[in-house]
């Protein structure tokens, strides 16, 4: 009886936290990390979940598991722009490093677009591809939704015009936003309102909703983790639009 609870619990593990380590190629023939998080059927909508700056996929291990028990197919990602988090080291990042490759939040982009291609060439059965991401991915997947027709709906977590550093103009990702006609949802701490609303206004979607948490909340997509006091809140407003959505 005890080995058949174990096995059991192994199935349902496996279920709901399916992960799958593997590589594809950016652009630039740079080997991009992914993981796979898949239990659902292969038409269920895919979201491929990019994260903040200094980090890697290790963001999204708590987070695309709950994603799967909701019905969505995930895909976290690492970019060249990062390093490690929840003791998952950023393998994109450190490739990169390697190759002398730019490794600011600009030279991601190319990583990110091919995420996307990489999806729509291999899991073309998914009802709904959707990009999320994470400070400075952030507004990546802002500006990305705002330039493809191929995005179904974009979740940004603490987005705001990082780039000028890097030579872009002040207003780089409103200029895209401009042009967003899919649903949105923007999310962030509480005191980073000012950051993306300018942003904001400038989507025309009629679908477009954002989230203030009722204390100061969490920077990027950590805010969902369970060892902030607040996640249950980011939780109730994420899964909203996406029951909407889906």
Same mark, same amino acid.
């Given at each position: +009886?005890? @080995? !058949?609870? !174990? /096995?059991?619990?192994? *199935?349902?593990?496996? #279920?709901?936290?399916? #992960? $799958?380590?593997?590589?594809?190629?950016?652009?630039?023939?740079? $080997? /991009?990390?992914?993981?796979?998080?898949?239990?659902?059927?292969?038409?269920? %909508?895919?979201? *491929?979940?990019?994260?903040?700056?200094?980090?890697?996929?290790?963001?999204?291990?708590?987070?695309?598991?709950?994603? @799967?028990? +909701?019905?969505?197919?995930?895909?976290?990602?690492?970019?060249?722009?990062?390093?490690?988090? @929840?003791?998952?080291?950023?393998?994109?990042?450190?490739?990169?490093?390697?190759?002398?490759?730019?490794?600011?939040?600009?030279?991601?982009?190319?990583?990110?677009?091919?995420?996307? $291609?990489?999806?729509?060439?291999?899991? $073309?059965?998914?009802? #709904?591809? /959707?990009?999320?991401?994470?400070?400075?991915?952030?507004?990546?997947?802002?500006?990305?939704?705002?330039?493809?027709?191929?995005?179904?709906?974009?979740?940004?977590?603490? %987005?705001?015009?990082?780039?000028?550093? +890097?030579?872009? %103009?002040?207003?780089? *990702?409103? #200029?895209?936003?401009?042009?967003?006609?899919?649903?949105?949802?923007?999310?962030?701490?509480?005191?980073?309102?000012? @950051?993306?609303?300018?942003?904001?206004?400038?989507?025309?979607?009629?679908?477009?909703?954002?989230? !203030?948490?009722?204390? !100061?909340?969490?920077?990027?997509?950590?805010?969902?983790?369970?060892?902030?006091?607040?996640?249950?809140?980011?939780?109730?407003?994420?899964?909203?639009?996406?029951?909407?959505?889906?």
């Amino acid at each position: +009886m005890k @080995n !058949l609870f !174990l /096995i059991l619990l192994i *199935i349902v593990s496996f #279920q709901f936290s399916a #992960q $799958e380590k593997f590589t594809f190629k950016s652009a630039d023939g740079l $080997e /991009i990390t992914a993981d796979k998080y898949f239990s659902n059927t292969e038409t269920a %909508p895919l979201i *491929i979940l990019f994260h903040q700056a200094g980090w890697s996929r290790g963001e999204y291990k708590e987070i695309a598991p709950k994603l @799967n028990k +909701m019905g969505f197919n995930c895909l976290a990602i690492d970019q060249r722009s990062g390093e490690a988090i @929840n003791d998952v080291e950023n393998e994109t990042y450190k490739r990169a490093v390697e190759n002398k490759l730019g490794t600011t939040y600009v030279d991601a982009e190319i990583d990110m677009i091919a995420a996307i $291609e990489f999806s729509k060439n291999n899991y $073309e059965k998914a009802s #709904q591809l /959707i990009i999320w991401g994470s400070s400075y991915s952030a507004g990546l997947v802002l500006k990305i939704a705002g330039e493809r027709d191929d995005i179904d709906a974009v979740l940004a977590f603490s %987005p705001a015009e990082y780039y000028k550093k +890097m030579g872009k %103009p002040a207003d780089w *990702i409103e #200029q895209s936003a401009k042009k967003i006609e899919i649903p949105v949802f923007i999310t962030s701490a509480k005191m980073e309102k000012k @950051n993306w609303w300018k942003i904001s206004e400038a989507i025309p979607s009629e679908q477009k909703a954002y989230f !203030l948490p009722t204390k !100061l909340g969490k920077h990027g997509s950590r805010a969902l983790w369970e060892k902030f006091g607040d996640h249950k809140e980011y939780w109730k407003a994420v899964t909203g639009f996406l029951d909407v959505i889906k």
